[in-house]
């Protein structure tokens, strides 16, 4: 299973414990891997998700007090998503997408996009949104 996620995604964080939840359930099915994408709303920079190309901060983050400019280089976005990871005890393996964002232009311009793949690489379900109780009505389904 393979999750889009990211730091400043507000949606990335309140999905976490459902993430760590569903994959812990059924660890002895899937493995869970997460891939840290582009910042959704960084600070100093136009969200990608924004549709007046402006900078976008949702009021969870400032409530949170979660404010990180976009990562400038891959060791900048390799140290964003280790803080996240660390911050949030992620425990999954964590794949970082490179400067040029190749896996979140191929995949999927979504921070919450979720993927079952089989162990032949064929993409058996996707989700555009994550939703915990859709993707667990997958994962029983294939599993049957």
């Not at 997408?97 to 690489?121: L, R, S």
């Amino acid at each position: 299973m393979l999750i889009n996620a990211s730091y400043t995604c507000d949606f990335s964080r309140a999905n976490i414990e459902s993430f760590k939840a569903v994959g812990e359930k059924y660890k002895d099915k899937i493995e869970t891997v997460i891939v840290y994408t582009i910042d959704a709303h960084p600070v100093d920079v136009p969200s990608p998700y924004s549709a007046d190309s402006a900078v976008w901060i949702p009021p969870h983050n400032v409530r949170d007090s979660i404010a990180a400019p976009q990562p400038k280089t891959y060791g900048d976005r390799i140290d964003l998503s280790k803080k996240w990871t660390e911050k949030y005890d992620i425990s999954f393996p964590v794949l970082v997408d490179n400067p040029d964002n190749d896996y979140w232009v191929e995949f999927g311009q979504a921070p919450n996009m979720c993927y079952i793949i089989d162990e032949k690489g064929i993409v058996e379900y996707r989700e555009t949104w994550y939703n915990e109780k859709r993707l667990e009505e997958e994962l029983v389904n294939l599993s049957d």
